[in-house]
């Protein structure tokens, strides 16, 4: 199974930016659909944002025009670029992986929006 590493985390007054990592174990990274994930308190987990292997960006109604996601396949790693943060932007943001191996999280990276 892929391992997931978050980071990027942090509280950001409302406007603010925050750029999340998610560095992935394997050599499979590169034939995986990575997506980031969040989920508030006492909410389920949504998706906010998806890349395919071959690049084509994927994004929930929240995060279009704020979020940019993107992928570097030589350092195995996914990108998730917020900008505009608002405070219901406020969640622990998970990194996700979807390949032949299967499916695998991270642990989970916090984001606190508040002025």
């Known amino acids: 199974q892929v391992q997931l590493v978050e980071s990027g985390g942090g509280l950001v007054q409302p406007g603010g930016s925050l750029r999340l990592s998610c560095v992935a174990s394997?050599?499979?990274?590169?034939?995986?659909?990575m997506g980031w994930y969040r989920q508030a308190p006492g909410e389920q987990r949504d998706v906010v944002a998806r890349?395919?292997?071959?690049?084509?960006?994927e994004y929930s109604d929240s995060a279009k025009g704020r979020f940019t996601i993107s992928r570097d396949n030589a350092k195995n790693t996914v990108y998730l670029q917020m900008n505009s943060l608002k405070p219901e932007d406020t969640a622990v943001y998970y990194c996700?992986?979807?390949?032949?191996?299967?499916?695998?999280w991270g642990q989970g990276t916090q984001v606190t929006v508040s002025s």
């Open positions: 890349i395919t292997a071959n690049g084509r960006p």
């Open positions: 996700n992986s979807i390949n032949a191996l299967g499916a695998s």
């Open positions: 394997g050599n499979i990274f590169s034939l995986s659909l």
